[in-house]
């Protein structure tokens, strides 16, 4: 028998939201210790902190940190407050801190509006009061902010690529995929980023646009240059599932359980449903029990209607007492009692009686939609 069709995994995309840098640097693009007039960037960026009314500390660890962005293609403004400004950014800052987010939206506005604002200025603000409206749950309003942020062009190259990145993660969340894709294609080419996070969260976009041999494409990419991430794996899987290549998205999670990866009830489910749609009844029954066993799979409805389906095959091939075991295995966790009774009508078929009645009457005592079948069995 084949087994009734399965919705695929779904693509889990995870893209959290970071407050862009507060501090810029200048020309990010270069190496970090390069000079920019008589000071290096990573003393600049210090500088910026210090101005910012942040500790040495901070400071500090401002100056050492390296580019994030390093290959980007933008030249960097010389991101700076005007001086007439930075009391107003610091204000601002600390209403951030103190967790005022209406606050921090409500300032932000009237920072942008001021004449002295410079491009440095406005997106510092606009970043600020997207994350506070973020916060807030106002996500509609925190792309509109990350926007204009992103337009006003004035952050260093790590906050201005944290800030377009998460414009592209609210769009997301707002389900506007086309803009949402729009936005981190040119994050990609501007940036050159290729850490995997970043292609990973196009091919979620791409799949979510029911693009799917798009996103299969670069997961299947991602995989290759990363065997041991198990997200991207899994992503690749239900991208490949969507696409209707079964047979890859199989491949792809055989071989992860065979090393190991295979933790989690969802990932073996993932796995055995895919034996199961490819007829591959014993590795359906071995991954199976070998869940249970180590109990990575736990008794429940949904393992019960599996072992069923597992049980009506064994039937149709003529394995009854195969039948009998799974259909045994499935009765006790089921939600109802249709799989005693299966079981009873193949004790029954089977010439043992007395275990068939005391199947019949456990799928009485579950509830079954035809308990005449069940009394029937008791009767005879």
Same mark, same amino acid.
């Given at each position: 028998? *084949?087994?009734?069709?399965?919705?695929?995994?779904?693509?889990?995309?995870?893209?959290?939201?970071?407050?862009?840098?507060?501090?810029?640097?200048?020309?990010?693009?270069?190496?970090?210790?390069?000079?920019?007039?008589?000071?290096?960037?990573?003393?600049?960026?210090?500088?910026?902190?210090?101005?910012?009314?942040?500790?040495?500390?901070?400071?500090?660890?401002?100056?050492?940190?390296?580019?994030?962005?390093?290959?980007?293609?933008?030249?960097?403004?010389?991101?700076?407050?005007?001086?007439?400004?930075?009391?107003?950014?610091?204000?601002?800052?600390?209403?951030? +801190?103190?967790?005022?987010?209406?606050?921090?939206?409500?300032?932000? +506005?009237?920072?942008?509006?001021?004449?002295?604002?410079?491009? &440095?200025?406005?997106?510092?603000?606009?970043?600020?009061?997207?994350?506070?409206?973020?916060?807030? /749950?106002?996500?509609?309003?925190?792309?509109?902010?990350?926007?204009?942020?992103?337009?006003?062009?004035?952050?260093?190259? /790590?906050?201005?690529?944290?800030?377009?990145?998460?414009?592209?993660?609210?769009?997301?969340?707002?389900?506007?995929?086309?803009?949402?894709?729009?936005?981190? /294609?040119?994050?990609?080419?501007?940036?050159?980023?290729?850490?995997?996070?970043?292609?990973?969260?196009?091919?979620?976009?791409?799949?979510?646009?029911?693009?799917?041999?798009?996103?299969?494409?670069?997961?299947? +990419?991602?995989?290759?240059?990363?065997?041991?991430?198990?997200?991207?794996?899994?992503?690749?899987?239900?991208?490949?599932?969507?696409?209707?290549?079964?047979?890859?998205?199989?491949?792809?999670?055989? /071989?992860? &359980?065979?090393?190991?990866?295979?933790?989690?009830?969802?990932?073996?489910?993932?796995? &055995?449903? #895919?034996?199961?749609?490819?007829?591959?009844?014993?590795?359906?029954?071995?991954?199976?029990?070998?869940?249970?066993?180590? #109990?990575?799979?736990?008794? #429940?409805?949904?393992?019960?209607?599996?072992?069923?389906?597992?049980?009506?095959?064994? &039937?149709?091939?003529?394995?009854?007492?195969?039948?009998?075991?799974?259909?045994?295995?499935?009765?006790?966790?089921?939600?109802?009692?249709?799989?005693?009774?299966?079981?009873?009508?193949?004790? +029954?078929?089977?010439?043992?009686?007395?275990?068939?009645?005391?199947?019949?009457? *456990?799928?009485?005592?579950?509830?079954?939609?035809?308990?005449?079948?069940?009394?029937?069995?008791?009767?005879?």
């Amino acid at each position: 028998m *084949k087994p009734t069709f399965r919705r695929p995994l779904a693509t889990s995309i995870a893209a959290a939201l970071a407050l862009a840098l507060l501090a810029p640097a200048a020309n990010a693009q270069q190496d970090p210790t390069a000079t920019t007039g008589t000071k290096t960037m990573r003393q600049q960026r210090a500088e910026r902190m210090a101005e910012l009314g942040k500790g040495k500390e901070e400071a500090k660890q401002a100056e050492d940190k390296p580019a994030a962005y390093p290959n980007a293609t933008r030249t960097q403004p010389d991101a700076k407050s005007s001086g007439k400004m930075i009391k107003n950014l610091q204000g601002l800052q600390e209403l951030f +801190e103190k967790r005022d987010m209406a606050g921090v939206v409500a300032r932000a +506005e009237e920072i942008v509006a001021m004449p002295s604002a410079n491009a &440095y200025d406005k997106s510092f603000a606009y970043s600020l009061a997207a994350n506070a409206a973020a916060d807030q /749950d106002d996500q509609a309003k925190a792309a509109d902010y990350f926007r204009k942020a992103v337009d006003a062009n004035g952050l260093d190259n /790590d906050s201005h690529y944290t800030t377009m990145y998460n414009l592209a993660v609210i769009q997301f969340g707002l389900e506007k995929y086309t803009d949402a894709l729009a936005t981190v /294609d040119r994050f990609l080419a501007e940036s050159k980023s290729e850490k995997p996070e970043h292609q990973s969260f196009r091919a979620g976009i791409l799949a979510n646009l029911e693009r799917h041999d798009e996103a299969a494409a670069i997961y299947k +990419e991602l995989i290759a240059k990363n065997p041991g991430d198990k997200r991207i794996l899994m992503n690749a899987v239900a991208a490949l599932q969507n696409a209707d290549k079964q047979d890859q998205a199989n491949a792809l999670l055989e /071989d992860a &359980y065979k090393r190991g990866m295979l933790t989690e009830s969802r990932e073996l489910r993932a796995l &055995y449903i #895919g034996y199961m749609n490819a007829s591959r009844w014993e590795d359906t029954k071995k991954v199976i029990d070998a869940g249970m066993s180590s #109990g990575v799979l736990q008794p #429940g409805p949904d393992l019960a209607r599996d072992y069923q389906i597992l049980a009506q095959n064994a &039937y149709a091939d003529d394995k009854i007492p195969l039948a009998i075991d799974l259909y045994g295995k499935a009765a006790p966790m089921a939600a109802d009692g249709e799989a005693y009774l299966n079981l009873a009508k193949v004790l +029954e078929y089977s010439g043992k009686k007395a275990e068939a009645k005391a199947a019949a009457q *456990k799928a009485l005592d579950k509830g079954v939609k035809k308990p005449d079948d069940a009394r029937g069995i008791l009767s005879r």
